[in-house]
């Protein structure tokens, strides 16, 4: 082993990770039940031996419970890791090994881990009866991946997060080597974080506001030991919801693969998103890490101090299981708050990002017990931190251990993943018998769950499809799911997709089954622009991208997965759908209220801010009324805080499989009702782009073909 030449100093306990100094960096690492703690540092990534391992003096390098040092003379691209040693008695949640290496939980990048061998990571010898209780001696430093001292200085160039309000925006679900890793994406760099900055003038087409990234917290791509049955290829975690490093964005999204250059090419990425007027919201994943259960490998929060990290049950050696991944993160221990609030700030203040989605969010709400908490500290100190209080923060309202708090999700501000929504628009589209009245709920804000506590309509985020489910092509073209290449034997994904596939199970060239799928393609993009609340499209949606019935494509990193643009070009007319009726949806304050619906006149004018009619124009009976509906929006006084009217609108939905005529209210004094939207009708005409709007022949009724959306729209005569 080769020698360090560098000197080596007390340091200081704090900031947490890493931290270049004038003169050299400093070390620092948390572990409250640790004996002894080495730092390892490595001359390259391909190293299989440290040039040196420094053991930290517990009388000079311990604070308290942080363990620190100073390496003078050392710079930004030092590769490092940590030795821990201290008890291994599983049996009372002490998991130390001093044999393993560990990466620093806050480092800032890892480098490649295309290649890592985690059988080598095993804190226990797997070969013994009583693997966990087994102490394993093999060191594992030639085969670790390596944290990488990162220098954070950056021309942004005045950038800052652009922090939209959520009312006006509109979520763009996407996953970075998804989006551009088909062929046919036309990029120079695809599957990275260039591949994004490359689409962004198709970002600014489709006039999204937001992109919601995948998972791009550093995760293991080959964690999962499957092959796919059909052709034989290993399955990989292509998701990213099983996370190593929660500050590393993902090295293998990077087009420059020198180690560290992912922190400086995600801000590029920021950056300039932010200059076409983009937000970027992360999904992230704190409920639980990639270590897995008691039987899983020990690469950091295990081996350095598993009782503090993790949620154990009563007898210490097993962990409590809600994220259904073999772990959870013991969220609400103070020393874990801190680790989020830091990981969170630096996400905002050094890469700049406008918001979270955290993924199984009720976990964060839970005590070191497991139980659910009424006021949880994590949530509402996440809520109500200086630094985060413009950022959106958006929850996944439920995790795998029975918690449902769609509506009731605790800590103030939280915005939330609506997955009634989703369900109650699918079963009205999809024909089912009296589902109106839960549809007109949908789309007026869903008042039932958020009328409380001071929340709006916009803490809704309303959406019909995400990544964990069908596509919006495969909503319409499937009665099932079909995950068989998943390698579970189609176990895996949700049952209860609400879906119809019109006729035929898959893709087919039958133009009457081809014309009702694309119509109610049209009327669910409708319903999701014209609802209270903010919308999230899912990526490629716009397009009619297929996972061949693939409702859980998490180990599909394939064509399965990926966008494929050539779409684009074959289903035109309905990616012109999509972008004119986000493009209406901007333009109209009366689908962008703050405010719910009150039912009542609120300016004086005699006419209500909403009325709900049944086809023949009568106020419907909410018991009876089935596959009908149709609604006025009075625009007067729409945006309350510029003070200006919109205009009115009459909107009418038919869910059945018969056209209907619809009675319509009347029009507004020196007025005449327009056609906007009729998803009935062929391209140009199913959306009218502005100014292009034509009066209807009738200003009593209008005929309402089979499964389809009617927008009519108040203009002078």
Known sequence: MAKLQYSIENGK??????????????????????????????????????????????????????????????AAGALYLYRVDGPYLPEKGFRFNSNKTL?????????????????????YNPN?????????YEDDAPYQPKCIVIDDTFNWEGDKPLNYPLRFSVLY???????????????????????????????????ITSLELMPIQEFNEQEIPRINPRTGEPLKNYWGYSTVAFFAPKGSYSADRTPGAQVREFKEMVKALHRAGI????????????????????????GIDNTIYYMLDENKRYYKNYSGCGNTLNCNHPVVRTFILDCLRYWVIEMHVDGFRFDLGSILGRNQQGHLMENPPMLERIAEDPVLRNTKIIAEAWDAGGAYQVGWFPGGRWAEWNDRYRDDVRKFWRGDAYEARHFATRLSGSSDLYLRDGRKPFHSINFVTSHDGFTLRDLVSYAEKHNEENGEENRDGHGANFSCNYGFEGPTENPAIETIRFRQMRNFITTLMISLGTPMLLGGDEIGRTQRGNNNAYCQDNEIS??????????????????????FRIKHPAFLRPEFFTGKDGDY???????????????????KIDKRLAYRLDGSKAD??????????YIMFNASKEGCLFTIAEAPKGKKWFRVVDTSRPSPEDIVHPGLEQAISSQKDYYVHERTTVILMSKWI
């Not at 002894?36 to 420094?54: C, G, M, N, Q």
């Not at 890892?110 to 804190?123: A, E, H, R, V, Y």
């Not at 309350?640 to 609108?649: H, I, P, S």
């Open 640 to 649: 309350t805080f510029a003070d200006r009217d919109d205009n009115d609108f």
């Open 128 to 136: 013994m009866p009583d693997a966990d209780l087994s102490f394993s």
């Open 562 to 583: 990926w966008y494929d643009w050539k779409l684009l070009d074959k289903n035109r007319d309905f990616f012109r759908f999509v972008k004119e009726m986000l493009a």
């Open 13 to 74: 306990p704090l900031p947490l990770g890493t931290e270049i100094t004038s003169t050299g960096v400093n070390f620092s690492l948390f572990s409250r039940h640790a004996t002894a703690v080495s730092l390892v540092l490595f001359e390259d990534p391909d190293t299989t031996e440290p040039i040196e391992e420094i053991i930290l003096d517990p009388h000079k390098n311990r604070t308290g419970d942080i363990w620190h040092c100073h390496v003078r003379g050392l």
């Open 103 to 123: 990466i620093d939980p806050y480092a800032k990048a890892l480098t490649d881990l295309s290649n890592w061998d985690l059988t080598k990571c095993m804190g």
């Open 279 to 302: 937000e970027v919201i992360l999904d992230i994943v704190f409920n639980h890490t990639a270590e897995g259960n008691e039987l899983g490998p020990t690469f950091s929060f295990r």
């Open 173 to 207: 679900e996407t996953h970075v080597k998804g989006l551009t890793m088909h062929p046919s994406s036309g990029v120079e760099h695809p599957g990275t974080y260039r591949g994004v900055i490359e689409k962004i003038p198709y970002f600014k087409e489709l006039w």
């Open 605 to 623: 004018n005699a006419i209500p801010d909403i009325t709900w009619f049944d086809e023949h124009g009568n106020s419907p009976d909410w018991a």
